[in-house]
């Protein structure tokens, strides 16, 4: 049953930098299934951007572990999908190459930075993604655009042929319009595979179980403050009732680590890129740096005119808060935040099976409304703290604010995917029903 | 505080590039994300090895890799088989 998938969609969104017009695809659980490939994970053959100019024209002459087991899934590779340039954003706006728009409202973001994907599947283009997740790049823009997305636990997914941004705290996922198409996505993707040395081998071989009878779900406080639109927060507590209704418990957990979650992330995820984004000087990939001039000129000229704003301010960030005289006070301090945000999960995972609250705090941004960088950062504070603990977390769409999806986010504790994947289902079934 | 030397200097370590017209954006912006990060004096607790984490080692076996030809596919500038890059000296 292998062969071929014409694949030409309507991209009136913008979810594509590349399409495959021709999909290949073998014979597995998966044959013939369109999937879509976030721009920051290597194809061999297909070009590969991470939404940047310097990376433009770029072809990977390997595939990324997760492409491979795709592909000897079953899986046709229909194309690449836009992103924030490198990740670094949370509407897919500073992509080079051109924002996506969300299908649900156009005027609107599909959030970021997997919104490529996200459209792509909201759009109808394709039933499943690859999106990933640095702090909150899957769950953003699936609670934005009303479908469903897991960040895997951290080491439970090769990040081999991913084009590294924070390695600490990103990995590859999936998102589709169901739980269940979530999970059938996570059980290709989670093999291990010794070249990511940060992988443990603990594959992912679930069926989704909408029995949730006695499960504690823990309701932090500290997801529900200033900041939350109350709507979005009301309609979450909705989604926590029909889960009591299905026979789980709910208890009340703190994190108070959460103050210095978001300070800690940013300085954490810009100090890995200024390190990771070193290699993009048009040596070895990317437009060609002109060796005719010296050294820091030939490299300042071109990453000035290839990388956008917010790369550059990133990875100046990331310089700063390494620099000597400031790493003590930055970089050292964020690490031991990351710890005590860690062991706030592990306390409250004790009481509690899972935690629930809003994926996001708002509804979707307007097109061009973030446009000062801390106001942007800021969004993210409902999803960093699972890629700080390491744990899985995934977005479940759970009603509307003015007409705009909400996500239902349930956290879980390391290497128990299966029960957050679980818990999502059960709601998801139950409002569906 | 940050001034706007400063920001040319970081600019400068980082090999980023930046331009005159830049310089102040950048400057106002940085302030407000560092002022955002002083919440981070307050984190308590000290550095401290991460007890029970041990190494996951491998032994150190020759595997395949990518050919010269598609090592040097991507470069934009190559010589004799090697990558060219820009001057040193």
Same mark, same amino acid.
């Given at each position: 049953m292998a062969g071929t998938l014409e &694949?030409?969609?309507?991209?009136?969104?913008?979810?594509?930098?590349?399409?495959?017009?021709?999909?290949?695809?073998?014979?597995?659980?998966?044959?013939?299934?369109? @999937?879509?490939?976030?721009?920051?994970?290597?194809?061999?053959?297909?070009? =590969?951007?991470?939404?940047?100019?310097?990376?433009?024209?770029?072809?990977?002459?390997?595939?990324?572990?997760?492409?491979?087991?795709?592909?000897?899934?079953?899986?046709?590779?229909?194309?690449?999908?836009?992103?924030?340039?490198?990740?670094?954003?949370?509407?897919?706006?500073?992509?080079?190459?051109?924002?996506?728009?969300?299908?649900?409202?156009?005027?609107?973001?599909?959030?970021?930075?997997?919104?490529?994907?996200?459209?792509?599947?909201?759009?109808?283009?394709?039933?499943?993604?690859?999106?990933?997740?640095?702090?909150?790049?899957?769950?953003?823009?699936?609670?934005?655009?009303?479908?469903?997305?897991?960040?895997?636990?951290?080491?439970? @997914?090769?990040?081999?042929?991913?084009?590294?941004?924070?390695?600490?705290?990103?990995?590859?996922?999936?998102?589709?319009?169901?739980?269940?198409?979530?999970?059938?996505?996570?059980?290709?993707?989670?093999?291990?595979?010794?070249?990511?040395? =940060?992988?443990?081998?603990?594959?992912?071989?679930?069926?989704?179980?909408?029995?949730?009878?006695?499960?504690? @779900?823990?309701?932090?406080?500290?997801?529900f403050g200033e900041g939350v639109d109350p709507r979005v927060g009301e309609s979450v507590r909705d989604a926590i009732g029909v889960l009591e209704g299905l026979g789980a418990k709910t208890v009340p957990v703190s994190i108070p680590g959460m103050r210095h979650a978001l300070a800690a992330y940013y300085v954490i995820c810009t100090s890995e890129a200024s390190s990771n984004l070193a290699r993009f000087d048009g040596v070895r990939y990317g437009p060609a740096v002109d060796t005719r001039k010296s050294w820091h000129e030939a490299y300042q000229d071109l990453r000035l005119e290839k990388f956008g704003t917010e790369v550059r301010r990133r990875?100046?960030?990331?310089? &700063?808060?390494?620099?000597?005289?400031?790493?003590?006070?930055?970089?050292?301090?964020?690490?031991?935040?990351?710890?005590?945000?860690?062991?706030?999960?592990?306390?409250?995972?004790?009481?509690?099976?899972?935690?629930?609250?809003? =994926?996001?705090?708002?509804?979707?941004?307007?097109?061009?409304?973030?446009?000062?960088p801390l106001s942007m950062y800021l969004s993210d504070i409902l999803t960093v703290p699972a890629n700080l603990a390491g744990i899985p977390a995934i977005s479940v769409p759970c009603g509307k604010v003015d007409g705009l999806p909400v996500g239902l986010q349930i956290m879980g504790r390391q290497f128990e995917d299966e029960r957050v994947v679980d818990a999502a289902y059960a709601y998801e079934q139950e409002v569906r029903a | 505080m940050i001034t706007e030397s400063d920001i040319e200097h970081i600019a400068e370590l980082a090999d980023i590039g930046i331009s005159k017209d830049e310089v102040p954006a950048f400057t106002t912006q940085f302030n407000a994300i560092l002022d955002y990060f002083e919440v981070l004096d307050t984190v308590e607790g000290k550095s401290a090895p991460d007890a029970g984490i041990v190494n996951v080692f491998r032994d150190d076996e020759i595997q395949p890799g990518l050919s010269q030809e598609e090592a040097l596919a991507n470069a934009g500038s190559t010589e004799d088989g090697f990558i060219k890059a820009p001057r040193v000296m």
């Open positions: &694949f030409s969609p309507d991209d009136r969104y913008n979810a594509f930098i590349t399409t495959c017009r021709q999909a290949p695809f073998a014979d597995g659980p998966l044959a013939g299934t369109a @999937v879509a490939v976030k721009d920051n994970i290597s194809t061999a053959g297909i070009q =590969t951007t991470c939404g940047s100019r310097i990376l433009e024209g770029y072809i990977p002459p390997y595939d990324a572990y997760v492409v491979e087991l795709l592909r000897s899934s079953g899986a046709a590779i229909v194309g690449k999908t836009n992103m924030d340039e490198f990740g670094m954003g949370s509407t897919t706006e500073t992509s080079a190459f051109g924002p996506t728009r969300n299908p649900v409202d156009p005027g609107r973001v599909p959030g970021g930075s997997s919104g490529g994907s996200a459209a792509a599947v909201a759009a109808g283009l394709v039933p499943m993604a690859l999106g990933t997740d640095t702090g909150g790049s899957i769950r953003c823009p699936a609670a934005f655009c009303g479908i469903a997305g897991l960040k895997p636990t951290y080491g439970r @997914v090769s990040r081999y042929g991913l084009i590294a941004y924070a390695n600490s705290l990103e990995q590859i996922g999936p998102m589709a319009r169901t739980v269940e198409d979530v999970s059938r996505l996570m059980s290709v993707i989670a093999r291990y595979d010794p070249r990511d040395s =940060t992988m443990l081998d603990r594959p992912y071989d679930h069926r989704p179980s909408a029995e949730i009878k006695g499960l504690r @779900v823990g309701i932090p406080e500290e997801y990875i100046m960030l990331g310089t &700063f808060a390494l620099s000597a005289g400031y790493a003590g006070r930055y970089y050292a301090k964020a690490q031991i935040a990351r710890r005590n945000i860690r062991e706030d999960f592990e306390r409250a995972f004790r009481e509690v099976d899972v935690i629930a609250g809003p =994926t996001m705090p708002t509804v979707a941004f307007r097109l061009g409304e973030k446009s000062d | -």
